[in-house]
């Protein structure tokens, strides 16, 4: 019987050692460290989604100026807060280096986006680093494990 016990508690033990591999997997994408610390991060925002990025331009205001990134986008997933899936999201972020000017830099590019905000508008919004960016395949298991049940699929 004592190696019955030995058995089943070092599998108990492992299974808790594969949820912990589990959530680093998930969260690494994101550099959370955890479900706890992407909560914590995600707790500041009222809206998680993910968009289509269907216009973007850039606005040169000169030398010595930060340079504004405009977006037009499109939102597909929804995983926390009340945008609904093709709802527009307009957002702008502010750069500190000067607008390229190749002629690549305007239009739709189709890429996937996550946007972290506190704002519902049809303005545009005001976006910093950390609260938008380049949305991977990769990034989905992450906030799906956070947000199990919304609209989506990215």
């Known amino acids: 019987m004592n190696k019955f016990l030995t058995i089943v508690i070092l599998g108990l033990i492992a299974l808790g ?21 992407a909560r914590e991060y995600l707790g500041e925002y009222r809206h998680v989604l993910v968009a289509r990025v269907d216009e973007y331009n850039w606005e ?21 807060g009340d945008w609904k ?7 702008v972020h502010y750069v500190d280096s000067p607008a390229p000017t190749t002629p690549t830099t305007n239009g739709p590019s ?18 910093l680093t950390g609260e938008w960016g380049t949305f991977r395949e990769d990034k989905a298991p992450g906030l799906e494990f956070l947000f199990p049940v919304r609209s989506r699929k990215p």
Do not use: M
């Not at 010595?64 to 405009?70: F, G, N």
């Not at 899936?85 to 957002?91: A, L, Y």
């Not at 996550?114 to 005001?126: M, P, S």
């Open 17 to 37: 050692g594969c949820s912990s591999h589990r959530e680093t997997a998930l969260f690494y994408p994101w550099c959370w460290e955890n479900a706890k610390h």
């Open 60 to 80: 040169d205001l000169g030398p010595r100026q930060l340079t504004p990134h405009h977006y037009k986008a499109t939102v597909i997933a929804t995983y926390k």
């Open 85 to 91: 899936v093709s709802e527009r999201i307009s957002f």
């Open 110 to 127: 189709g890429d996937l986006v996550y946007v972290f905000t506190n704002e519902h508008t049809k303005n545009e919004i005001g976006l």
